[in-house]
Structures are given as structure tokens and as C-alpha cells.
Nanobody, 119 residues
């Protein structure tokens, strides 16, 4: 299973950021898909996850500012984060979990995309 991340880059404080992640490969299903982030010197933390049943889980630092779409038929999720802050600066990683056609589980990470929030 491979993940293709898009979006990221540099934004100014107060602006919005859009990210997308598409999963491909021998995918039977996607049980959960979303984003984590890691800032320099800090542990990786949850941003937003969407599960197959439609439920969501947001990190405390982004609650109220972030929305994540449902997992569409192309195994893609889209997220939008508003009111970006300098402390949102981090490498954002897509994560997808589920089953492959051979019934093996997968828990795959993307390569990461840098997001920088600065004036």
C-alpha cells in the first residue's frame, strides 16, 4: 500500500491549509485514514483521523479548527485546517490502516509533507 500526500507548504498565521492523501495498492478496504504531525523536538501527535464508519477523532490542538472528509471510493481523504498558528508548523504524515486483498493488515505512513506557518 502506498500513500500520496498533497498540500502543505508555507502559510501565514490565520490562513487555511488543505491537505489530501490518496491510498493505492492491493487494498481490500481502508478502516481508518488521516493525519499526524511531528514538530522538531516533539513526539508525533494526532491531527485528524476518519474511520470507515464515518467517525472522526481530532487532536486537542486542532479541535474546532480542522475538518476531515469521509474516505471516498478512491481511498482518498481531504482535510482543511483554519486559523493556522506558528505552533502548527510541523511535518504532517498521512496514515492509513486496513486490509489488503490477501487479508493481511496494513498500517502505512506517508513520507510526510512540511507545513510552515510564519509571517
Amino acid at each position: 500500500v502506498q500513500l500520496a500526500e498533497a498540500g502543505g507548504g508555507s502559510v501565514q498565521p490565520g490562513e487555511s491549509l488543505r491537505l489530501s492523501c490518496a491510498a493505492s495498492g492491493s487494498i481490500l478496504n481502508v478502516i481508518g485514514m488521516g493525519w499526524y504531525r511531528q514538530a522538531p523536538g516533539k513526539e508525533r501527535e494526532l491531527v485528524a483521523m476518519r474511520n470507515r464508519g464515518g467517525g472522526t477523532n481530532y487532536g486537542d490542538a486542532v479541535k474546532g479548527r480542522c475538518t476531515i472528509s469521509r474516505i471516498n471510493a478512491d481511498n482518498t481523504v481531504y482535510s482543511k485546517m483554519d486559523s493556522m498558528k506558528p505552533e502548527d508548523t510541523a511535518v504532517y504524515y498521512c496514515n492509513a490502516r486496513g486490509y489488503e486483498h490477501n487479508r493481511e493488515t496494513y498500517d502505512t505512513w506517508g513520507h510526510g509533507t512540511q507545513v510552515t506557518v510564519a509571517s
